[in-house]
């Protein structure tokens, strides 16, 4: 079977990243409840994922399909397309630009390629195994920086139960002690993809969060970012939390995690 490349899907993402730029209002969607956020999302997503598995179908025929907002594991075998159309549904319904298409392709349990999509931002992000990172088609490293300049981003835990909740608010209090700022901007994908470009110089998420986190990992370490779990063993899709920085500034953050967890309840 003749091997994707990066250009063939990323012009099958940035496609349905048109489709749905299209479709976003200038305006915070109107309604009021769970409900009717979910039906404003659907309306755009379902056609817009069925695009996009189209799309890619076409490229890998024999691959399977992941849905990046319900899939809760990484199968061992095979090739899988793990994708999200709105990585960052909440900031497209409120018209903000902090949303993205990805596609990652699996195999036998591991990120091959992955391309995330920003198109408010103009900005695609891509990477392959072994090959480094890009952002618009250019070689991307994270810099090396003191950490009173650095803008560390971190995601809400994806089972935000009360315990994961106290996690999140007490490493945010401690690191936010030793960096510029701390932000979340929403979709965690592009967030690491941002780690290994410099526009953000760190990133956390506690939680398990496979499928959402695999693109922008991928990304990150391949453009040079230190990518672990929260008590820094080596990232897998089924780690209890990720933390990406460059490897210079990501001990101390490792310390600040720490220093967090020893707080207790």
């Not at 940035?14 to 969607?29: D, H, I, K, N, Y």
């Not at 996009?52 to 691959?63: D, H, Q, T």
């Not at 695609?124 to 952002?135: C, D, K, V």
């Not at 990518?227 to 990501?250: F, I, M, Q, S, Y």
Request: hydrophobic share 45%; aromatic share 4%.
């Amino acid at each position: 079977m003749k091997e994707c490349s990066i250009p063939e899907v990323a012009a099958a993402v940035r496609a349905v990243g048109e489709f749905l730029t299209e479709r976003q209002s200038a305006r915070p969607w109107p309604g009021r409840t769970t409900a009717e956020a979910l039906a404003a999302l659907a309306w755009v997503e379902e056609p817009a994922t069925a695009q996009l598995r189209e799309r890619l179908g076409a490229l890998r025929p024999g691959a399977g399909w992941l849905d990046g907002e319900s899939a809760t594991t990484v199968p061992e075998d095979g090739e899988w397309w793990s994708c999200d159309t709105t990585d960052g549904a909440a900031q497209y319904l409120n018209a903000l630009p902090h949303w993205a298409v990805t596609a990652t392709l699996l195999r036998d349990g591991e990120p091959v390629l992955a391309v995330v999509h920003a198109p408010s931002l103009h900005a695609t992000y891509t990477a392959e195994l072994g090959g480094g990172a890009r952002l618009n088609g250019r070689a991307i490293a994270p810099p090396e920086r003191d950490p009173d300049t650095c803008v560390i981003g971190t995601g809400r835990p994806p089972a935000a139960g009360r315990e994961e909740l106290r996690r999140a608010g007490e490493s945010l209090t401690a690191v936010a002690a030793r960096v510029l700022a701390v932000c979340d901007l929403g979709p965690v994908a592009l967030q690491l993809a941002q780690v290994g470009s410099g526009q953000l110089n760190g990133f956390w998420e506690y939680g398990p969060d496979p499928v959402g986190l695999l693109p922008g990992a991928l990304i990150a370490r391949e453009a040079g970012a230190l990518v672990t779990d929260t008590e820094g063993k080596r990232w897998t899709p089924d780690a209890d939390g990720l933390l990406a920085a460059h490897p210079l500034l990501h001990p101390g953050l490792l310390d600040a995690l720490a220093l967090a967890g020893q707080l207790g309840p």
